[in-house]
């Protein structure tokens, strides 16, 4: 059964830094591309950051390249999302999922975290 837990989530002021890992299990890992989401209330849920298996990584153009580094540790099954320079506007529901290629389309990924919450107070 494949799992993937996200954590690291957490009420900070802005300009703060978190760091979400998502652990997953039940598959392997490392030959999947993984992506970063994030969900706010009353908004579609939306592309932050993926990473290949080989380490390669897309961002988010707009508002988080630049703060966000997202990195992975196949020996851990586990892939990080470092933020740093949080804004209000970071606020959601972060999702970690894995696809076979890298994309920021929601629907090529096959399987999902039930994300953590990051709050970030003005």
């Known amino acids: 059964q494949v799992q993937l837990v996200e954590s690291g989530g957490g009420l900070v002021q802005a300009g703060d830094s978190l760091r979400l890992s998502c652990a997953a299990s039940g598959l392997n890992f490392r030959w999947y591309v993984t992506g970063w989401f994030r969900q706010a209330p009353g908004k579609e849920r939306e592309f932050v950051a993926a990473i290949s298996s080989s380490g390669d990584s897309r961002y988010k153009e707009d508002s988080v390249k630049g703060r966000f580094a997202i990195s992975r540790d196949n020996a851990k099954n586990t892939v990080y999302l470092q933020m740093n320079s949080l804004k209000p506007d970071d606020t959601a529901v972060y999702y970690c999922?894995?696809?076979?290629?890298?994309?920021?389309?929601?629907?090529?990924?096959?399987?999902w975290g039930r994300g953590t919450q990051v709050a970030v107070s003005s």
């Open positions: 999922a894995v696809s076979g290629i890298v994309t920021d389309i929601p629907g090529r990924y096959n399987y």
